[in-house]
């Protein structure tokens, strides 16, 4: 079983306890009845599907109850670092992850 | 017909009682026994940190910030489930949506008592029992005395607090209770074996 650290909870829990929730950073448009069919498009339906690393929300749904984000390798299934949601997507992943990336 | 219909009604409510799920099942094993506790008040608290000293003072214990653990004060427990929530359980016959009710702080208390069940899950072999159907570490260093979390067992959620060494007490949504009382049982039945 894969443990996943909850930035909230402070420690690694169980995969059991949480869930996926779709890719992160995807800003909903302030001005959505002026959005372009197009751009809704891209908005709504459209993910970046990446083979590598993935920036996920996650929600600790059996525990804290809170979402926060991950980032995650698709190939690998591992997880590189969590944080909380609300902070901005890390500019620098944690130095172990380059060597997941490689792989 | 009519009348015998009245009548019915009038026996029924006049012999009205409260009747627990699952009240008194216990079930037993060599080193553990699970055991369906007494009805408590509860409430489900959700508070900014702004409020959370005067809800402290109104419930009269201080309410717990750090994930994972619990505070007890005069059969009253607080336990931290996340970073803005609470579930307070009273054993001792108050009520703590009453205490709440005065507080002018922002803050959401909803009445769960009859929501959820708690059962006790007591012997050498509890841990062993819970881990049967939790994937959670339960060992003394990582789930003390006082811990508590949200958390599975099987295909339920429950609450699960440790109240001594080797005592537990798992609270869950009472249309749940049948199968976690079962589920609990059983462990105890595989722990001991």
Redesign the interface.
Known sequence: MLLIRCPYCEEERPELEFRNAGEAHIARSANMAGESDDDFEKFFFIRSNPKGIIYERWRHIHGCARFFNAVRDTVTDKFVMTYKAGEPKPSKLPKNSNEVVAK | MAKAAAKTVATATSSAERRPALAGRTASATGVKVEVLPPAERISLRAPEASVAALSKALGLTLPKT??TSASKGGRTALW???D?WLVIDEAGKNPLADCAGVSALHSSVGISHRNIAISVVGPAAEAAINSGC??DLSLEAFPVGAA????LGKA?IVLLRTADEAFRVECWRSFSDYVFTFLSEGARDAAG
């Not at chain 2, 979390?149 to 599975?152: G, L």
Request: cysteine-free; overall charge neutral.
């Open positions: 994930p994972k489930l996340g970073p929530e994937p959670q979390s949200r958390t599975v959620e």
